[in-house]
């Protein structure tokens, strides 16, 4: 009986939530000439992830407010690219008896637009 009264307890006081927020189908923050990529033959680098986030402790806050844009830079140049395809942004957040945390999570494919596989496409207009 007291060990499951310490389990109930323990998820009384604890709890969290996780919002899907958006999903794109490219993203970047940075000068991208995207006429350069051709999703065809640029190699990407799957499942890449990045996060920001803050803790708390009662009502202060432990740092900086998150933001997305730090967590696409970490994302990007943790894939060591510049644009991201397939990404999926979601906010999550968690609370356990006087500690909580917030951050904005991304994760996707990151590709690299300068690199050896990008260049310039052929043109396809008619003649």
């Not at 919002?19 to 000068?31: E, P, Y």
């Not at 000439?33 to 009502?59: A, H, M, P, T």
């Not at 510049?82 to 906010?91: K, P």
Request: net charge neutral; charged share 25%.
């Amino acid at each position: 009986m007291k060990k499951i009264s310490i389990v109930l307890a323990i998820a009384v006081l604890g709890f969290g939530c996780t919002i899907r927020h958006a999903d794109f189908t490219v993203l970047s923050n940075k000068n991208v000439e995207i006429s350069r990529v051709d999703l065809k033959r640029i190699q990407l680098v799957r499942n890449q992830e990045g996060r920001d986030g803050r803790l708390w402790f009662l009502i202060f806050p432990l740092g900086m407010s998150p933001t997305l844009e730090e967590a696409v830079d970490q994302c990007l140049e943790d894939g060591g690219g510049d644009f991201m395809t397939s990404a999926v942004i979601s906010r999550k957040w968690w609370s356990f008896i006087l500690f909580s945390y917030g951050a904005w999570y991304i994760k996707g494919d990151v590709g690299n637009s300068l690199s050896y596989a990008s260049g310039d496409l052929p043109d396809r207009r008619l003649p």
